[in-house]
């Protein structure tokens, strides 16, 4: 919600530009840098934090801004499973979102990503164990190593499954780019990530 202070454009949102101190300390980031805050506010959309330098914002808990997925690597049932309120963090910057004035951050890419080492020692073809720990309509979700989840599509199963279960599979897609694993415990080969279902 807009305060009834902050400048807006004619649709009535919210207007970044019309704070100069604002617009000045976002446009002086530049990816990668680390900065330092509290977080401020946790929201079903994401969390706000309060950094250090920089002004605050006229509207928001804080002008820094983490979505869930740049929390973590590790999957995670609850946002205070890593993060509370008042918990100070160091971020990486991203990049700023010049239509709400934030400094978009990521907690997890100061921390190090398990996909790599990975990646580094399994290729395509490989067989590996896995942990089963969700059912989907389109396949099995399992864990191939602490935080590395792979995807073993349904027509790639050749049992029901439940999370618990541990079972051999063939690696047949490793985009270490993207960091997607896909596996299949029929068949040895080379697969495509699947179209996500209409």
């Known amino acids: 919600m807009t305060s009834p202070n902050a400048p807006t454009d004619p649709a009535g949102f919210f207007n970044a530009t019309a704070h100069p101190e604002l617009w000045a300390f976002l446009s002086s980031l530049r990816p ?6 509290t ?12 950094l250090d330098e920089g002004p605050d914002h006229p509207v928001f808990p804080g002008v820094g801004f983490l979505t869930y997925p740049e929390l973590s690597w590790r999957p995670f049932d609850s946002v205070t499973d890593v993060v509370e309120v008042g918990q100070r963090v160091t971020c990486e910057f991203l990049q700023f979102d010049d ?3 934030e ?7 100061t921390r190090p990503d398990p996909f790599r080492p990975f990646a580094d020692t ?3 073809g490989d067989r590996i164990p896995v942990r089963i720990t969700t059912v989907l309509p389109i396949g099995a979700v399992a864990e191939a190593a602490p935080s590395v989840h792979g995807l073993i599509p349904a027509e790639e199963l050749s049992r029901p499954v439940a999370p618990g279960d541990e079972i051999t599979v063939t690696v047949t897609l490793l985009d270490r780019g993207r960091r997607r694993l896909l596996l299949s415990e029929r068949s040895p080969g080379v697969a495509r990530w699947p179209d996500a279902p209409s």
């Open 32 to 37: 990668g840098r680390l900065l330092t805050g």
């Open 39 to 50: 977080v401020a506010a946790i929201e079903r959309f994401g969390v706000f934090v309060r």
């Open 99 to 101: 239509w709400n004035g």
């Open 103 to 109: 400094a978009r951050l990521s907690l997890r890419a």
């Open 122 to 124: 399994t290729a395509v």
